[in-house]
């Protein structure tokens, strides 16, 4: 059996009856005459099937049944009425919700603040951070599983099919073991780097990257020596710790303080300079914009910082 439907206008003679136990003073109070509020009750009686009033020629009181409902009841044409501006905030971006995936390096600095900034500002915007790869996160944002991302790149390249703001851009800096004799020198030479094993993410994580940090060695006429590839950047670092090799990773990861590793920046000839690598907030171009409450915070991430289109 299906439950009925039951109209707001029933609802809010009901709740008016019980806030005044009196279907004449009721009546005006709703600008109608007694007839129709008395059979409006009834009505709601019957589709509920309980009887809500114990009526006598002298009083109106409620009935357990009634005077349970009555709080839901007020609380229902509360939020009823709270709706019309809750559609303009929607509309405007100042509710809703956002599933953003970020980067590991992205999230040591600049996404903490800018989390903690927008929801001071925007309360109402559920903000909901999930950390992935950017694999991951292009297929997330295929799926509809994703609204947006903070995605790492090579300098100028973003996937295709995504709008994007460029957030960050950084040189890369090497990781080396503390004992390791490279770490002795203020700026190791590129040419000393490029025999050692080296502790990289996969192609698929970050392929522009990947390709970039690659192409210094093609152009110095070496192969790299892959030691072990590794996901996240903490565990890269990690790795390097434990003295599986070197590895190129972004500035940012400095931040990440891990006992037995340093950085070092490579000193490299002019014809074959160490790449950079940039961070984009990207999101899908589906549609004449993003969502409101996105298009908040892609404002908000460019005024607080972005640098804009690449």
Do not use: C
Not at 116 to 137: C, K, M, S, W
Not at 194 to 204: E, G, K, N, S, W
Not at 228 to 235: D, W
């Amino acid at each position: 059996m299906t439950d009925p439907v039951i109209d707001l206008r029933l609802w809010r003679q009901f709740v008016a009856v019980a806030e005044v136990l009196h279907f004449g003073r009721a009546a005006a109070g709703l600008h109608m005459t007694q007839p129709p509020l008395t059979q409006g009750i009834a009505q709601l009686e019957r589709l509920l099937g309980v009887k809500l009033f114990e009526r006598t020629k002298r009083s109106v009181q409620l009935t357990a049944a009634g005077a349970a409902l009555l709080p839901a009841a007020r609380d229902l044409l509360a939020r009823a009425r709270a709706l019309p501006a809750q559609a303009r905030a929607a509309q405007a971006g100042e509710i809703g919700r956002l599933r953003l995936g970020f980067v590991s390096t992205i999230g040591f600095a600049q996404l903490p603040q800018w989390v903690r900034g927008f929801r001071a500002r925007y309360p109402n915007v559920a903000l909901e951070l999930i950390e992935a790869t950017g694999d991951v996160q292009l297929q997330a944002l295929e799926r509809g599983e994703l609204d947006a991302g903070f995605m790492l790149h090579s300098p100028g390249f973003v996937p295709p099919g995504l709008q994007h703001l460029r957030v960050t851009r950084e040189p890369l800096v090497l990781a080396l073991p503390d004992p390791h004799p490279l770490a002795a020198a203020a700026s190791p030479r590129l040419a000393q780097v490029l025999d050692q094993p080296l502790v990289i993410f996969p192609r698929r994580i970050v392929p522009s990257l990947h390709d970039a940090i690659l192409g210094v060695y093609r152009a110095a006429g070496r192969a790299p020596l892959v030691a072990q590839e590794a996901i996240q950047m903490q565990t890269i670092v990690n790795l390097v710790s434990a003295g599986l090799g070197v590895a190129w990773v972004p500035e940012s990861v400095r931040q990440f303080q891990r006992q037995g590793v340093v950085y070092r920046k490579v000193s490299a000839p002019r014809g074959n300079p160490v790449p950079g690598a940039e961070t984009s907030l990207v999101w899908p171009q589906a549609g004449p914009g993003p969502a409101p409450a996105l298009e908040r915070f892609v404002a908000f991430v460019k005024a607080a910082g972005g640098a804009g289109p690449a």
